[in-house]
């Protein structure tokens, strides 16, 4: 009877010991850096917090569109100028065709 | 009028100097503007690096009201004096001013993605924006359909005037029906990070430059344009076989 109280006992002990160190563990790793956290595991989120905005992507897509806009525009004017010295030398063609 | 050689668009189309400066400056503007933009200004606190957008969408939209309040100028400018060089202005006013209105439109929704979740929202600037967009739209459409003829021209200066005053309304808009658009820079918002002045400062510069070389180069096309449709129908009027 006196060895399985002592074994009883031993049992417990290492159970309560075990626990307190699972317990103890789980404090440091809440307390640890965050970046250090994301890096050891990952945690399922849901609802507004489940979605992450890009925002060097975004930033690229700005300055990339603004910049294929103005160059569109440059475009447009560069064609505006090559139809009008066309225009201007059909006239000229046409003019000193027609001069007395 | 003469239809001697001196009088041609040929002659006017030699560039200045000045032009070419303009471009150069502009250009040397702007890839300083970006070193501070991304290498000099630090990245805000709560929108990170989305927030680097700020330094293009607020002087594109300084861009918009340069340009659209030309094209206004213009417009009245053109309607008092019948003058085809105010047409020239109101024209090439319009065009530039919805070009950086373009970039305004294309930039904040991508900001406010980040910042609100959603691309677009009915906000009263960015709806007064879109609404002035659509005015200005509406006049380079009606010029876009060939040479325009006088009541085109005068219906197009009428339609710069109308949108002009929704200028105020956009600028206004956030101080009298609030709204989520940001106002850092008015007296109501906190201001930016003095780190992050320079960077704006040379974004400015560089927008005005751009626009004044814009402007200049469209204005200079028009001008050669109209003088090309007045030869060619004069060309016409005296028999020459003009038209082309």
């Known amino acids: 009877m006196k060895r399985w109280l002592l074994a009883l006992s031993l049992f417990a002990c290492v159970g309560a010991f075990g626990a307190l160190g699972s317990a103890s563990a789980q404090d440091a790793v809440e307390e640890e850096d965050p970046q250090a956290s994301r890096a050891a595991t990952f945690r399922a989120v849901s609802g507004p917090q489940a979605e992450r905005v890009p925002g060097g992507l975004l930033t690229v897509i700005a300055y990339g569109g603004a910049w294929v806009l103005v160059l569109g525009y440059l475009w447009r004017l560069g064609r505006m100028h090559a139809q009008n010295e066309r225009e201007l030398s059909a006239l000229k063609k046409s003019l000193e065709s027609n001069a007395p | ?244």
């Open chain 2, 1 to 244: 009028m003469a239809l001697a050689p001196s009088s041609t668009p040929s002659t006017a189309s030699r560039v200045s100097p000045l032009w070419h400066a303009l471009a150069a400056i502009t250009i040397t503007l702007f890839l300083v503007s970006f070193y501070l933009v991304f290498e000099v200004a630090p990245v805000e606190e709560q929108m990170g690096l989305v927030q680097k957008i700020f330094y293009l969408h607020v002087p594109s939209a300084y861009g918009m009201y340069v340009g659209w309040t030309l094209s206004a100028v213009g417009g009245l400018l053109f309607l008092w004096k019948r003058s085809d060089r105010w047409d020239a202005l109101s024209v090439a006013g319009a065009e530039v001013g919805t070009l950086f209105a373009a970039i305004v439109l294309l930039t904040g929704p991508l900001w406010g993605r980040k910042a609100w979740g959603v691309y677009w929202a009915w906000d009263p600037r960015i709806t007064s924006t879109l609404l002035t967009a659509m005015i200005y739209g509406s006049f380079l459409a009606l010029r876009s359909f060939g040479a325009a003829g006088q009541a085109e021209k005068r219906f197009a200066a009428a339609l710069a005037i109308v949108g002009f005053p929704l200028l105020f309304l956009i600028k206004y808009s956030v101080q009298r029906w609030s709204g989520q658009h940001p106002v850092v820079l008015t007296g109501q918002g906190g201001g930016i990070h003095p780190d992050m002045v320079p960077a704006l400062i040379c974004f400015f510069l560089a927008v005005t430059g751009f626009a004044i070389w814009l402007l200049w180069t469209r204005i200079r096309i028009e001008r050669h344009r109209q003088e090309i449709v007045a030869i060619e129908l004069e060309a016409a009027r005296r028999g020459l076989g003009g038209e082309s």
